[in-house]
């Protein structure tokens, strides 16, 4: 008879690619997690996995049956926060954390929503630039600007891809004129800088373009790129995913194509299934996935010679 608690061991191993993570991610030993897997394909009668010295890998029936697994995951998952939220209302602290640009703009709306919602549910706000350990408890939802989200029992969601274009205010462009090609950027006052990260690769193609000079101001933070663009200094580069939903700003040119990079909603195996930061994360996620359908998307991300 099918134990049903071995599809999380199944679904575990498939997303972490070995035992070891699968284990980690549920807290039980590599031992354990191996043995629940082979019981799982002996009581089905199909290799669900190619063991490999670089990991498991799934079968093609493996690759058949995930879905179904995930259909049983998410109905336990509703089964979970239904029985959880009978006669009582959804209550306590969901830890945050988020790059502070996409909390003073996009999130701060949502949020608001969220409280008014939920008001029993408690947001901390966490904008430091380190990345906290998800799996080690440090915060309880992260969004993510990344390649690939890394670590041991992250799941989650890809919002949007992380494109940044040149941007201008809107009394910026009428008073001086928007620049719509790369040729028509000199003369312009460009705003530098948006920390280490965003200021190698913006500083790069400022000088492949013969723009170095014209840096005008230079802000340590992507906040401080946004703050000086709707003051109406000059040109910089901002993420698409804040500056489209700024009535105030214009892009000037499209992003240049690169690394793909996007926007994830991530938390964690061990409090996906927790009713406060279920209802969190699925608020999070359809509002901001709302917000990303609605703009228009151009190629992707970071900012080249070309």
């Known amino acids: 008879m099918l134990d049903w608690n071995d599809l999380r061991y199944f679904l575990a191993v498939a997303r972490t690619g070995s035992t070891l993570a699968a284990g980690r991610a549920l807290r039980v030993s590599q031992t354990t997690a191996a043995r629940r897997v082979a019981a799982l394909e002996q009581t089905v009668g199909l290799p669900l996995f190619e063991r490999r010295q ?45 790059q502070e640009i996409h909390a003073i703009t996009v999130l701060a709306p949502i949020l608001r929503d969220l409280h008014e919602a939920h008001p029993a549910i408690r947001i901390e706000l966490d904008t430091a630039d380190a990345i906290r350990d998800l799996g080690a408890g440090a915060a309880d939802i992260a969004i993510r600007t990344v390649d690939q989200p890394e ?14 274009a040149i941007y201008c205010s809107r009394e910026y462009a009428a008073a001086h004129g928007r ?36 840096v005008a101001m230079h802000h340590d933070s992507s906040t401080g790129l946004l703050s ?48 406060r930061v279920r209802i969190v994360i699925d608020f999070l996620a359809e509002q901001l996935i709302r917000l990303a359908r609605v703009q228009e998307r151009g190629p992707i991300l970071p900012l080249s010679a070309d």
Do not use: M
């Open 228 to 275: 000086a663009v709707r003051s109406g200094i000059g040109l910089a580069v901002l993420p698409c995913f804040v500056a489209d939903a700024e009535p105030g700003l214009i892009r000037c040119l499209p992003p240049a194509p690169g690394k793909e990079r996007a926007i994830w909603l991530l938390t964690h195996e061990r409090v996906r299934h927790t009713p």
């Open 179 to 214: 620049p719509r090609r790369r040729t028509e950027l000199r003369g312009h006052p460009f705003i530098g800088g948006g920390g280490d990260g965003v200021w190698k690769i913006y500083r790069a193609w400022l000088e492949a373009n013969g723009l170095e000079d014209a």
């Open 54 to 98: 670089t990991g498991y890998f799934l079968t093609a029936a493996g690759e058949a049956l995930v879905e179904h697994a995930e259909a049983v995951e998410a109905a336990a998952s509703a089964f979970t926060d239904a029985a959880g939220s009978q006669g009582r209302e959804v209550s306590g602290t969901v830890r945050l954390t988020a």
């Open 151 to 164: 670590g041991a029992g992250l799941v989650g969601r890809r919002i949007a891809l992380d494109n940044w």
